[in-house]
């Protein structure tokens, strides 16, 4: 990516920033995990959203003009809360700290959202997709972003986990119908272009790939973001 692209991205970011409300935690001198996360009843479904710093986050940033390239699903254990994500950097599904899923972000910012229905049974910590998300344990990264694959990439994941409980958030869209016609979203797409299975199997040339993968559909954080069930617990960003 270009200086002057690379520029206009953190721009974007800023101003995508501004307009979410600002968290008094840090006037708390407590962690997030200390004010949101020890009390007997935390929050229902909480999914966690970041921005990662990686060509994939700049990609996703561009496309939907959001801050949110990342998501997890938070999960309360006898050690403390958990995020159960599908990151590109450990290769596939897994579960860190929370405080370690959060240090991992640009700026260490974040935003959680909860699920506006409790749909824990009486007596439950944990929702019913925090733990469907075992389900996903140990499956690989989708670097190809690819619906029918073993495959999984981050909102897939959150998308697929809801669903299985019958809860369903998010939506799909066609890679076309985002802004991903960018320096960063021609990139990440057509980095491992040749092993696309779709574009090996029909001899395509890259932009007949491109073109291929362009009609494909996606699920994006901010997609699960914006769901008419979710609704904004709390932000640094």
């Keep these: 990516m270009t200086t002057c692209n690379y520029r206009w991205l953190s721009i974007a970011m800023a101003v995508a920033a501004l307009s979410f409300p600002s968290s008094s935690l840090a006037q708390?001198?407590?962690?997030?995990?200390?004010?949101?996360?020890?009390?007997?009843?935390?929050?229902?479904?909480?999914?966690?959203?970041?921005?990662?710093?990686?060509?994939e986050g700049m990609a996703l940033a561009l496309a939907t003009g959001s801050p949110?390239?990342?998501?997890?699903?938070?999960?309360i254990t006898g050690g403390g809360p958990y995020v159960m994500q599908s990151s590109a950097v450990t290769g596939?599904?897994?579960?860190?700290p929370l405080d370690e899923f959060?240090?991992?972000?640009v700026g260490q910012k974040f935003a959680i959202y909860v699920t506006k229905k409790d749909y824990r049974p009486a007596g439950q910590l944990n929702s019913p997709a925090s733990l469907a998300?075992?389900?996903?344990?140990?499956l690989p990264y989708d670097f190809?972003?690819?619906?029918?694959?073993?495959a999984i990439y981050g909102a897939e994941l959150i998308f697929k986990?809801?669903?299985?409980?019958?809860?369903?958030?998010?939506?799909?869209r066609r890679i076309r119908d985002l802004n991903f016609d960018t320096e960063a979203g021609r990139s990440f797409f057509l980095n491992n272009w040749r092993e696309r299975p779709d574009?090996?199997?029909?001899?395509?040339?890259?932009q007949a790939c491109w073109d291929r993968i362009k009609t494909e559909f996606i699920v994006t954080p901010n997609d699960l973001a914006s769901d008419s069930k979710l609704e904004l617990y709390l932000t640094t960003f």
């Design 28 to 55: 708390t001198g407590r962690s997030v995990v200390e004010e949101y996360f020890s009390a007997k009843n935390p929050p229902s479904g909480s999914l966690i959203f970041q921005q990662r710093d990686s060509l």
């Design 68 to 75: 949110y390239t990342h998501v997890g699903i938070i999960r």
């Design 92 to 96: 596939g599904v897994e579960e860190v």
């Design 102 to 105: 959060i240090n991992a972000g």
């Design 133 to 138: 998300a075992y389900d996903y344990y140990h």
């Design 144 to 150: 190809l972003y690819q619906q029918d694959s073993r």
């Design 161 to 172: 986990i809801f669903k299985d409980i019958g809860h369903p958030i998010g939506r799909l």
């Design 199 to 206: 574009c090996q199997s029909q001899w395509l040339s890259q």
